[in-house]
């Protein structure tokens, strides 16, 4: 038996928390007391471990990262259990740590400049499809047009036009909006086909119907 500080009740051992800082290695107050002490401050509980965590990240984080390269499969183990968990907290966090993630990647790029630009230029060389990509996207969001195409459904649309030009059927080379982007065609799957160089040049921003009609009658014409 032992009293709770708080309530003077004499109580079980197993009525209190254990806490190793104790000499008795109990807390002072009973579970039941810790409770109600803890419903009661909570912002306060939470403002002071926020403060704690930040004044001691360094070495949390540093802790933490010894112990995930310490043991790999745990982790790998860990992520692949919590996949669902992870990438919905990551997206909550990211959400509201918005701007102190971008300074921290921007501090980053600022002080491994000659290390970044390496390996964005490696990336870039590897990844060309990418790279299109991603301008095309950033093209057509500039714009406020839509911009989903995805490289699995490029690839599929590829795969249904044989890897050939959709106006003439030569190898393909560009990826063409059959709706110009000057006239609010997206960056999606169904506006976006393959073309060789010649016909893309040539489609311009002319009317996609206009242009197959001109192509029409100068094959007809041969
Ligand atoms: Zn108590
Ligand atoms: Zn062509």
């Known amino acids: 038996m ?3 500080a708080t309530c003077k009740e004499s109580k079980e051992i197993t009525d209190y928390h254990k806490d190793k800082t104790r000499r008795d290695g109990y807390h002072y107050s009973c579970k039941s007391c810790t409770k ?3 419903e009661a401050n909570k912002d306060s509980i939470a403002a002071r471990k926020k403060r704690w965590y930040y004044k001691n990240q360094d070495v949390i984080l540093a802790k933490a990262r010894a112990k995930n390269k310490a043991c790999p499969e745990i982790r790998a183990l860990y992520r692949k259990k919590n996949n669902s968990h992870i990438k919905r907290y990551r997206k909550v966090y990211q959400a509201a740590n918005k701007k102190r993630i971008s300074a921290y990647y921007k501090k980053y790029r600022e002080e491994n400049a000659n290390k ?3 390996a964005r230029a490696a990336w870039k060389k590897a990844n060309p499809e990418r790279v299109n990509q991603g301008f095309h996207r950033r093209r057509a969001k500039k714009k ?8 699995p459904q490029w690839q599929e649309t590829l795969d249904a036009c044989n890897h050939k030009c959709v106006y003439c059927g030569t190898p393909w080379k560009h990826r063409d909006h059959f709706v110009p982007l000057s006239k609010e065609g997206g960056f999606t799957v169904n506006n976006i086909l393959p073309a060789c160089v010649e016909c893309n040049t040539a489609k311009g921003a002319l009317d996609p119907f206009n242009f197959i ?3 029409r009658s100068q094959q007809a014409g041969f």
């Open 2 to 4: 032992k009293t709770c």
């Open 36 to 38: 109600k002490y803890r």
């Open 116 to 118: 970044v630009n390496k």
């Open 144 to 151: 406020l047009l839509p911009h989903g195409l995805t490289i």
């Open 213 to 215: 009609k001109i192509m």
